[in-house]
């Protein structure tokens, strides 16, 4: 009986035994299994770190050297850096690809994999794209007083050097280089650099303003630094150099100006202008505006058919037209006269559609005038202008044609126009516009910003600041 007991005895020990056996290598096993997790989500962190620092040395590498997209090499990545620890310790590695802006951009795309020396199966990217902020990223901008009505509604941010009265909808920043002005369109006390008078009216200074969500509806900024416009003459200088050497570059046609048609096989025919349209009896320049003429073509002969330039920029030191089409093309087109001087400023006018293929961003067109962009008088009933558009010293508008109700022909039947399309964006030095008051001018007025220029403006196209700034940051698939 005893030898029974203690044979039961054993026979329980051994299967506690086997159960305790189990139960602790389970333990050991989950503890082992959760370190490992540990180890690997730490080395993962370390590895998204590592990518980081790949990312900011490669942006403080631009601050210094703008140009250089060869991480000082000279020759292609990617681009390995040892990464190490406070006591110098390598205990990883970046490993850069980087891809330089296209033609006339300044976009850099960066792609930064973090890799860890304990564990060679860890490893994490960051791809980020930075960019030197240009004009393009406005939808308008001004260095005068703007007005925009009821109805108006903006896609693009808008931005003053003086101020701005907007009575619409603006579904991005408007802001303005002043805190007050006063505001030419009506009487009475200063007003923010930023206000409208929507119902309920914004109070007047030193009242903080309201939000007003409902009319600005990602906020309204003032003061804030103001764009610098004197400042793209030295732009301007610098493209015609680059249009000298291999862009595509005339001097003055010796005529009324130039007429350029771009085409969707990447070439333009290009025309000497001989004589403008006259305006009809009775169209005289009532405004006394400056500059005033019919700004439309007669006469024309053709030059010759030409290639776009390899780096998209087009230089007139002439008056140019500018209409036709393109297909997956990038170009800026300018018209301007050296040494600067005030008579001598040269416009570019636009009458006849000008229009992208393709609205995905591979289609881009710049026109900058050291003068104006006029709209002329025998412009087209419907007109669409796909570009971003500059006039450094005037405005981009039309020219006010008079009405047959103030007697005789006047300028019918030209003086009104049914609908005006811009696709891109508008930086003007003086208010622009493209009606009046009395009915002249283009009745219905679209203006859509393109949100490519963001990432893409034209080439060379003027810049606002000389720092590369993030567009965007996404964690990306790391590198083989």
């Known amino acids: 009986m005893r030898q029974s007991q203690q044979g039961q005895m054993l026979i329980q020990v051994i299967i506690f035994g086997a159960i305790a056996i189990i139960s602790i290598s389970g333990l050991v096993g989950w503890a082992v299994a959760n370190i490992k997790a540990s180890r690997q989500t730490f080395y ?82 960051i791809l980020t794209r930075l960019a030197k902020p240009s004009l393009a990223k406005y939808a308008i901008a001004a260095n005068d007083v703007m007005r925009f009505g009821g109805g108006t509604e903006v896609s693009g941010a808008i ?31 200063n007003e923010f650099g930023v206000h409208t008078h929507t119902s309920p009216a914004d109070p007047l200074p030193p009242n903080p303003p309201p939000a007003r969500t409902d009319i600005f509806e990602a906020g309204r900024q003032f003061p804030i630094p103001a764009v610098d416009f004197t400042g793209i003459t030295a732009d301007l200088a610098q493209m015609k150099s680059d249009a000298q050497t291999s862009g595509f570059y005339r001097p003055s046609s010796g005529a009324l100006g130039y007429h350029i048609v771009l085409r969707n096989d990447d070439t333009f025919n290009l025309y000497r202008i001989t004589n403008f349209v006259n305006p009809p009896s009775g169209c005289t320049n009532y405004l006394n505006q400056s500059g005033w003429s019919t700004w439309s073509i007669q006469n024309q002969q053709l030059i010759g058919n030409f290639t776009f330039p390899t780096n998209g920029i087009i ?40 229009l992208y293929t393709n609205y995905d961003g591979q289609d881009t067109v710049g026109l900058i005038a050291q003068e104006s962009v006029h709209i002329g008088m025998a ?29 005789n022909q006047r300028c019918s039947p030209y003086h009104t126009r049914q609908t005006i399309t811009s696709y891109g964006m508008i930086a003007t030095n003086l208010r622009y516009g493209f009606a009046y008051t009395d009915g002249t001018g283009y009745r219905t007025r679209n203006l859509i910003y393109d949100a490519n220029l963001l990432y893409g403006p034209p080439p060379s196209f003027p810049l606002t600041s000389d720092q590369y700034v993030t567009l965007s940051w996404e964690e990306g698939t790391p590198a083989e």
């Open 315 to 354: 230089f007139f030191e002439d008056n140019v037209f500018a209409d036709g089409q393109i297909n997956s093309a990038r170009l800026t087109l300018v018209a301007a006269s050296f040494p600067d001087n005030p008579p001598t400023r040269k416009n570019i006018i636009v009458n006849n559609d000008l």
């Open 44 to 125: 993962r962190e370390q590895a998204i770190q590592i990518a980081e620092a790949g990312i900011d040395y490669y942006r403080w590498h631009l601050a210094h050297a703008p140009q250089d997209f060869q991480d000082g090499t000279g020759g292609p990545g990617p681009y390995i850096h040892d990464f190490t620890d406070k006591d110098g310790n390598t205990i990883g590695q970046f490993i850069l690809e980087i891809t330089p802006p296209p033609l006339g951009s300044s976009l850099v795309t960066i792609k930064s994999t973090g890799k860890i020396s304990a564990d060679a199966n860890i490893s994490r990217a």
């Open 379 to 407: 412009s087209e009933n419907n007109l669409r202008i796909d570009a971003a558009l500059i006039a450094q010293n005037g405005r981009v508008g039309r020219y006010y044609y008079r009405s047959p109700s103030w007697g």
């Open 159 to 189: 931005h003053s050097n003086r101020g701005i009265r907007f009575d619409g909808l603006a579904h991005n920043v408007v802001s303005s280089a002043v805190a007050d002005y006063d505001d030419p369109d009506h009487s009475g006390a």
